[in-house]
């Protein structure tokens, strides 16, 4: 059974960091593609970046929104990808969704960044 | 940019009753090289993640009823429930993944009358 289990979230200051991480299981980790996705309170969907597999080039790309402050990475040696959040502000608060693929078809529960004073 | 327009943005069908969700792109979702298109269809319920439904415009993920179904091509979609159930009560989103960013479209809500 595929599973993805995102963490790291919290409440976190305006230019803080947080480095969010998410662990999957299930499926051959190292040759999946991982995205992340926010949800801000009561919004929709928004892409932030996918990085994909090494055999695949391990090309990274981020959203507008977030390039130079975001930074995906990942370590298949433990089935983890990770998203480093730098230069916090209100606007990034959100719920942090880790998905699997080139079109996302498995999501983790998400976790939940607040950026607040 | 490619920018996702979904219409409606609400709407409300009767049980039993047909749903539909139109998607369109900014410019063209389909590669021309392998002729598929490059666009998603996700449900999310309250509390939950999203739940991939159909892939490639038209391939229904594995597990998904056989009463959701996508079709279009190029910059039109369309999601159809034929024939809406309690259950199906939710958002929901296109995507299309032709090139990053991987825009979504701004979701539409489903509801019973």
């Known amino acids: 059974e595929v599973q993805l289990v995102e963490s790291g979230g919290g409440l976190v200051k305006p230019g803080g960091s947080l480095r969010l991480s998410c662990i999957g299981s299930g499926f051959t980790f190292s040759n999946a593609w991982m995205n992340w996705v926010r949800q801000a309170p009561g919004k929709g969907l928004e892409w932030v970046g996918r990085?994909?597999?090494?055999?695949?080039?391990?090309?990274?790309d981020h959203a507008a929104s977030v390039k130079g402050r975001f930074t995906i990475s990942r370590d298949d040696s433990k089935n983890m990808v990770y998203l480093q959040m730098n230069s916090l502000n209100t606007e990034d608060t959100a719920v942090y969704y880790c998905a699997t693929g080139h079109y996302c078809d498995f999501w983790g529960q998400g976790t939940q960044v607040t950026v607040s004073s | 940019d490619i920018v996702m327009t979904q219409s409606p943005d609400s709407l409300a069908v009767s049980l039993g009753q047909r749903a539909t969700i139109n998607c369109k792109s900014s410019?063209?979702?389909?590669?021309?090289?392998?002729?598929?298109?490059?666009l998603g269809w996700y449900q999310q319920k309250p509390g939950q993640p999203p739940k991939l439904l159909i892939y490639?415009?038209?391939t229904r993920e594995s597990g998904v009823p056989d009463r959701f179904s996508g079709s279009g091509s190029g910059t039109d979609f369309t999601l159809t429930i034929s024939s809406l159930q309690a259950e199906d009560v939710a958002v929901y989103y296109c995507q299309q993944y032709y090139s990053t960013p991987y825009t979504f479209g701004q979701g539409t809500k489903l509801e019973i009358k």
């Open positions: 410019q063209s979702v389909l590669y021309s090289s392998n002729n598929k298109n490059y």
């Open positions: 490639w415009a038209s």
């Open positions: 990085i994909k597999s090494k055999p695949d080039g391990g090309t990274i």
